[in-house]
């Protein structure tokens, strides 16, 4: 496809404005149907906003529609788009829809309520923005893998048999520091990778746009508030990019067997690999193409679009010939040939300083820092050096995160966690009112028709019957298959409070004897508590201190594992710390704990008595208050019910009974950590 002189002029201004990655990036995705996930790495939710409101005007330039600001509000025939936002706590009601009662009360009518992903139909759009990957939940999480990517969805829910094709824009924000806490699968799907380079304040942040709008005003024009959209005014595009994206939308530039094979030249086959990733940057490149208004796509384009997101080429090692395939260096050999091989710069290859001996060069000398300049600084987007952080990072999730855990203990999760949506009810407890009223209304008339149709009515349904003619209502008649109880998120039901002294454990083998129990804390999915007992980094060396976290995979629970000793062991304090959270966790909020188990890896001697880790300093004399203080929290932590309790000892050499008196204090099982080796100690 062959542009003219003007169309092609006006296409190259639009270009030079497209420079900045976001608004590239939103083009692309507005151009191509395989680009609607995006994730964007750092940025705020004042930016996701910006960007959402930009590409609601890009889409509008390239189908035609018209920007609704609500979803429920109408716009005749005209094409609609509409922005949603989804956050942490939504259910799947609110996902996908549920019953509930017609406009007209009247009637009676039970008509269904279409929820925030199941749209997207011929005559609307929705740009589903989130503004925060790794708070968001199972139910969230699971209709995001679902519908991301898919040409097709399928519902069936509450009776309710649906099919449709989703016309879904995906916009995600995440920190790419917190990138091990979602799940592969739905990282997996976000087709392009963007970064918003933030700042630290919101506030300045928000300045910078504006002033960022201000000065280039050769692409944006500002425009008046527009009300009631996210709090957030949006700037409208200029008319060179709206005209761009509408002349280049007919264009289908055709891929060049070289541009398919620069491809395969940036993408490596890791771990965490996916066709995806070649075929997401395979369309980023096409769409470059497309805007520059090119009827090919060739290897330049894939660089390009391999630059904008971050990618460099894998790099080559030149192939050795074997020794049984060397020829004598005859005259077929071709002064070409010659000429490549002694190019050739040996000094590259890994582990290779200098050059061939019968090669010379001159020396280079490299500056001892590097500094890279940027062509054009943008206040808004920047490069990204690995758009797939998730090859790389430490995983902060369970191995199953889009799956429930296991229930151990079915009445821990009754009245508690968040409500996910409802379910059947066999007992009358935590009953949804609303919803059990509305499954009994679907059944109403079958249910007067059947009691009217008997020759001998009980008493009861005569009386209704009285009723109903006096005020012109008809009761509902409930039955017991109506009953609807809340559906809960499953609440950690175990725990493992963790007391480490740091003290003791250079002389003994502590790590292999503590696995076992994080395993456990692993496979059950138990939330951690680690108390941490005269450790050389404390704030005070007087206290000891308390970390907490939803499951050991946690980077501050596990960077706090091995940490040199201190001079001071506040015993008494760490002991009444991992009392007062396993008081709190067994007996208070909405998420008992049904279980705990306590580590106590110590060889008891305390030296810090607890008074003096409240007050924050020591009134001698000491003596053995702090090994006192300790067992006296020992026997009140005994006396928790749910708790089982397990002493380490690490076998001391001086007051070897002191680990046997904590574990009587406790009540605790005690096993004994393999003592290290002479040449071990010395390593």
Request: proline share 7%; aromatic share 6%; net charge neutral.
């Given at each position: 496809m062959?542009?003219?002189w003007?169309r092609f002029w006006?296409?190259?201004?639009?270009?030079?404005?497209?420079q900045n990655?976001?608004?590239?990036?939103?083009?692309?995705?507005?151009l191509?149907?395989?680009?609607?996930?995006?994730?964007?790495?750092d940025?705020s939710?004042?930016?996701?906003q910006?960007m959402?409101?930009?590409?609601?005007?890009?889409?509008?330039?390239?189908?035609?529609?018209?920007?609704?600001?609500?979803?429920?509000s109408?716009s005749?025939?005209k094409?609609r788009?509409?922005t949603?936002q989804i956050g942490?706590v939504?259910?799947e009601?609110?996902l996908?829809?549920?019953?509930?009662?017609?406009q007209e009360?009247?009637?009676r009518?039970v008509v269904?309520?279409?929820g925030?992903?199941a749209t997207?139909?011929?005559q609307?759009?929705?740009?589903?923005m989130?503004p925060?990957?790794t708070?968001l939940?199972l139910?969230a999480?699971r209709?995001?893998?679902?519908l991301?990517?898919s040409?097709?969805?399928h519902?069936e829910r509450h009776g309710q048999?649906?099919r449709?094709?989703p016309q879904l824009?995906?916009?995600a924000?995440?920190?790419?520091?917190?990138?091990?806490?979602?799940?592969?699968?739905l990282l997996?799907?976000f087709?392009l990778?963007l970064?918003g380079g933030?700042s630290?304040?919101?506030?300045q942040?928000?300045a910078?746009?504006r002033?960022w709008?201000?000065?280039?005003?050769?692409?944006f024009?500002k425009?008046?508030?527009?009300?009631?959209?996210?709090?957030v005014?949006?700037?409208?595009?200029?008319p060179?990019?709206?005209?761009?994206l509408q002349?280049v939308k007919?264009?289908?530039p055709?891929?060049?067997?070289q541009a398919r094979e620069r491809?395969?030249d940036?993408l490596?086959t890791?771990?965490g690999?996916?066709?995806r990733?070649?075929?997401?940057l395979?369309r980023?490149?096409?769409v470059h193409?497309?805007?520059?208004g090119a009827?090919?796509?060739n290897?330049e384009?894939v660089?390009r679009?391999a630059?904008?997101?971050?990618?460099s080429?894998?790099?080559?090692l030149?192939?050795?010939?074997l020794?049984?395939?060397?020829k004598?260096?005859t005259?077929?050999?071709?002064?070409?040939?010659?000429r490549?091989?002694q190019e050739?710069?040996?000094s590259?290859?890994?582990?290779?300083?200098?050059a061939p001996?019968s090669?010379?060069?001159?020396p280079?000398?490299?500056?001892?820092t590097?500094?890279t300049l940027?062509?054009t600084?943008l206040?808004m987007?920047?490069?990204?050096?690995n758009p797939?952080?998730e090859?790389t990072?430490e995983p902060?999730?369970?191995a199953g995160?889009?799956?429930?855990?296991?229930r151990?203990f079915?009445s821990a999760?009754?009245?508690?966690g968040?409500i996910i949506?409802v379910?059947p009810?066999?007992?009358?407890?935590d009953?949804a009112?609303?919803?059990?009223l509305l499954?009994?209304?679907?059944?109403?008339?079958?249910?007067?028709?059947a009691?009217?149709?008997?020759?001998t009515?009980?008493e009861?349904v005569r009386?209704?019957?009285?009723?109903?003619?006096?005020?012109g209502?008809e009761?509902l008649?409930?039955?017991s298959s109506?009953l609807?109880?809340?559906?809960?998120?499953?609440?950690?039901?175990?725990?493992l409070a963790?007391?480490l002294d740091?003290t003791?454990?250079?002389?003994?083998?502590w790590?292999?004897t503590?696995?076992?129990y994080l395993q456990?804390?692993?496979?059950?999915?138990?939330?951690?508590?680690?108390?941490?007992?005269g450790g050389i980094d404390?704030?005070d060396?007087?206290?000891?201190?308390k970390?907490?976290?939803?499951?050991?995979l946690?980077?501050?629970?596990?960077?706090?594992l091995?940490v040199d000793?201190g001079k001071?062991?506040?015993?008494a304090?760490g002991l009444?710390?991992a009392?007062q959270?396993?008081r709190h966790?067994?007996?208070?909020?909405?998420?008992?704990?049904?279980?705990?188990?306590?580590?106590?890896?110590?060889?008891g001697r305390?030296?810090?008595?607890?008074e003096?880790?409240?007050a924050?300093?020591?009134v001698?004399?000491?003596g053995?208050r702090?090994?006192e203080?300790a067992?006296?929290v020992a026997?009140?932590?005994?006396?928790?019910?749910?708790v089982e309790?397990v002493v380490l000892?690490?076998q001391?050499?001086?007051y070897?009974?002191?680990?046997v008196?904590?574990a009587q204090a406790?009540?605790a099982?005690?096993?004994e950590?393999?003592?290290l080796?002479a040449?071990e100690?010395?390593e």
């Open positions: 062959k542009l003219s003007s006006a296409v190259s201004e639009a270009i030079a404005d497209l990655p976001l608004i590239r990036g939103l083009a692309c995705a507005a191509h149907p395989g680009l609607r996930s995006i994730l964007v790495f940025a939710p004042a930016t996701l910006v959402a409101g930009l590409l609601a005007q890009m889409i509008a330039a390239v189908t035609g529609g018209e920007i609704v600001s609500l979803p429920e109408k005749g025939t094409h788009i509409v949603v942490a939504e259910t009601e609110e996908w829809g549920s019953l509930t009662l017609g009360v009247s009637s009518s269904w309520r279409s925030l992903l997207g139909r011929d609307e759009t929705r740009i589903v989130i925060d990957m708070r939940g139910a999480n209709a995001c893998v679902m991301m990517g040409e097709v969805a519902l048999r649906d449709w094709q824009y995906w916009l924000g995440c920190d790419h520091k917190r990138i091990g806490a979602v799940s592969n699968h997996d799907r087709a990778r970064s933030e630290q304040n919101s506030e942040r928000i910078q746009l002033a709008l201000e000065q280039e005003r050769f692409l024009e425009a008046a508030p527009t009300p009631d959209w996210m709090g005014d949006i700037p409208l595009l200029s060179e990019i709206v005209s761009c002349q007919h264009s289908y055709k891929v060049l067997p491809v395969l940036y490596e890791t771990d690999y996916s066709t990733r070649d075929l997401a395979l980023l490149a096409r193409a497309q805007l520059e009827a090919q796509v290897r384009d660089e679009a630059e904008m997101i971050g990618l080429p894998k790099p080559k030149p192939e050795k010939p020794a049984n395939d060397v004598p260096d005259g077929a050999d071709d002064a070409q040939s010659k490549s091989r050739f710069d040996w590259n290859l890994p582990g290779s300083e200098s001996p090669i010379q060069h001159e280079v000398f490299e500056s001892d590097t500094k940027l062509s600084p206040p987007g920047q490069k990204i050096f797939y952080p090859d990072v902060e999730r369970e995160s889009l799956r429930w855990p296991t151990r079915k999760t009754s009245g508690r968040a949506g379910e009810a066999t007992i009358p407890q009953l009112l609303v919803n059990t499954e009994s209304a679907k059944y109403q008339k079958l249910r007067w028709k009691l009217l149709e008997k020759q009515p009980p009861w009386h209704l019957l009285l009723k109903r003619n006096e005020n209502h009761p008649i409930l039955q109506d609807r109880r809340y559906r809960r998120a499953i609440v950690p039901e175990q725990m963790l007391v740091y003791c454990l250079p002389e003994c083998n790590q292999e503590l696995l076992p456990w804390a692993y496979v059950e999915r138990a939330t951690i508590c680690l108390v941490q007992v404390a704030e060396e007087l206290r000891a201190e970390r907490e976290a939803n499951n050991i946690v980077p501050r629970i596990q960077s706090r091995e000793r001071a062991t506040p015993l304090h009444d710390l009392l959270t396993l966790a067994l007996h208070h909020g909405p998420s008992a704990v049904k279980q705990a188990v306590l580590v106590v890896i110590s060889d305390g030296n810090v008595p607890l003096a880790s409240r924050g300093r020591v001698p004399p000491v053995k702090g090994i203080d067992l006296q026997r009140q932590i005994e006396a928790l019910k749910g309790s000892n690490p001391p050499k001086y070897a009974d002191l680990p008196k904590l406790l009540g099982k005690i096993a950590i393999p003592s080796k040449w100690v010395d």
